[in-house]
């Protein structure tokens, strides 16, 4: 029951993801007559132009039927704007992607800056930039339109990886390939899981379930509900509605048989294959029911057994998490089919093993193909010093350059005497 419940809470998540349709309709030349009678106003000058200094969102108009265009202006910084209430003004646009409309000490409110973290990492960076502390493989933090990090990181010849609002990393790497990597990697479905471990996890006892993502945390393009399976937007998640066969149920055919099908993103094809019904899982997912399976059946037979330290854990793509236990309790850091990556490991009631997270493990594999991969520590954590090409730099948890290349290693603020092990 405590599984199909947390189930239910998911797919009305899901369903939620899906567009709402509108089936009000206005007749056929109704704009035309209303343009000729009413008239439009002319829409400010901010959406046609569009350059440094008028920017503007083209919006459905508040007309009858939307006839006519409506352009909303996004201000810049320092720009006259209203807080709203009585005698503060009002204005026709608001305050554009990173600004916040804020009274001044001299009277009058103007959009300003966001104070966020990102925000601050931002001038962090700049400032060290102007006084040549920056690295060669160190990026300016990006952020969003609200002032937190945008949906990924790169970190310069190597991998792009998913991030959340507050920079943490998350599910979901590529390796880095320039503009194309950021142009294609949006994270929508590596957020959503993060969100749900926030919001719904911390309150069940049994793992919930998501979306399915691939590999560069975007939406898997086929979801499923119990046994009814959907081609959705891979950005935004939404269940399409277009030409071809959209939405199949597993009683009755294969997963293939979807026009949204990908061979290449099907993990597990010998999953789908054999007799109806049909199923769209992975190993992982199977042994998870199973251990559920099992604890409550334990339950309703009056059995109290402690099975949750063995749910296995799995990511949003249905694989293994990429951290395991073996039976004499070392933990492994292992690949998505559950097989450990150039023998990481960490034994037990050390401190590599309490600090143990596999994220440069994971960059290797990403990166198999590389001669200039990163180092590993012995449990499969990034060294704090990196070097190439005769540079060496200090990096974080996670791999990104923290502070300016030097040749002598020596210099480094991370600098230890035993730092080549870890």
Same mark, same amino acid.
């Given at each position: ?5 947390? &189930? ?13 349709? @509108? ?15 009413? =008239? ?8 046609? $132009? ?19 265009? &409506? ?13 709203? =209430?009585?005698? +503060?003004?009002?204005?026709? =646009? ?9 009274? $001044? ?10 104070? +966020? ?16 502390? /920056? ?98 937007? +891979?950005? +935004? ?65 009056? &059995? ?9 854990? @799995? ?28 023998? *990481? ?7 590599? *093993? ?16 590389? /001669? ?51």
């Amino acid at each position: 029951m405590a599984f199909n419940l947390c &189930y239910f809470i998911v797919c009305i998540l899901f369903y939620f993801i899906d567009r709402v349709n @509108c089936d009000i309709l206005c007749e056929a030349g109704f704009c035309s007559s209303y343009r000729d009678e009413v =008239g439009c106003i002319s829409p400010v000058v901010n959406c046609r $132009a569009n350059n440094a200094t008028h920017k503007g969102i083209w919006l459905p108009s508040p007309t009858l039927c939307n006839c006519c265009e &409506y352009c909303l202006p996004l201000y810049g910084e320092n720009h006259h704007c209203s807080l709203g =209430g009585p005698g +503060t003004g009002t204005t026709v =646009g608001r305050c554009g992607d990173g600004l916040t409309c804020e009274a $001044a000490s001299s009277g009058g409110s103007f959009c300003t800056r966001m104070d +966020t973290e990102c925000h601050r990492a931002q001038d962090d960076y700049d400032d060290r930039y102007t006084r040549g502390e /920056t690295g060669v493989l160190e990026e300016r933090p990006n952020c969003d339109g609200k002032g937190n990090y945008s949906t990924f990181s790169c970190i310069p010849t190597q991998t792009c990886f998913c991030q959340s609002e507050a920079g943490e990393r998350l599910f979901g790497e590529v390796l880095y390939l320039g503009t194309h990597t950021k142009q294609n990697m949006h994270c929508g479905c590596s957020r959503f899981h993060e969100r749900m471990r926030r919001s719904i996890s911390p309150g069940v006892r049994l793992p919930v379930i998501g979306p399915r993502c691939t590999s560069d945390g975007n939406f898997n393009p086929i979801q499923c509900v119990n046994n009814m399976c959907y081609c959705v937007d +891979t950005i +935004t998640g939404e269940i399409l509605h277009g030409h071809g066969k959209m939405k199949i149920d597993l009683n009755e055919e294969p997963i293939a048989n979807l026009t949204c099908y990908n061979r290449n993103l099907d993990l597990f094809p010998e999953q789908s294959t054999g007799e109806p019904p049909y199923n769209y899982t992975t190993p992982c997912f199977n042994k998870m029911n199973e251990t559920i399976n099992l604890i409550l059946k334990s339950e309703k037979d009056g &059995y109290n057994m402690d099975y949750f330290n063995t749910i296995p854990e @799995c990511l949003p793509d249905g694989t293994y998490g990429r951290i395991a236990r073996t039976r004499n309790g070392t933990k492994i850091c292992v690949d998505d089919r559950g097989h450990q990556i150039d023998g *990481y490991e960490a034994l037990p009631y050390t401190p590599e *093993y309490n600090s143990m997270n596999c994220k440069c493990a994971e960059t290797s594999l990403v990166m198999s193909k590389s /001669t200039e991969k990163p180092v590993c520590c012995k449990n499969g954590n990034f060294r704090r010093i990196q070097c190439r090409r005769g540079l060496c730099r200090c990096v974080d948890s996670d791999g990104r350059q923290d502070g300016p290349d030097a040749a002598d290693v020596t210099t480094l603020k991370c600098y230890t005497s035993d730092w080549r092990d870890c």
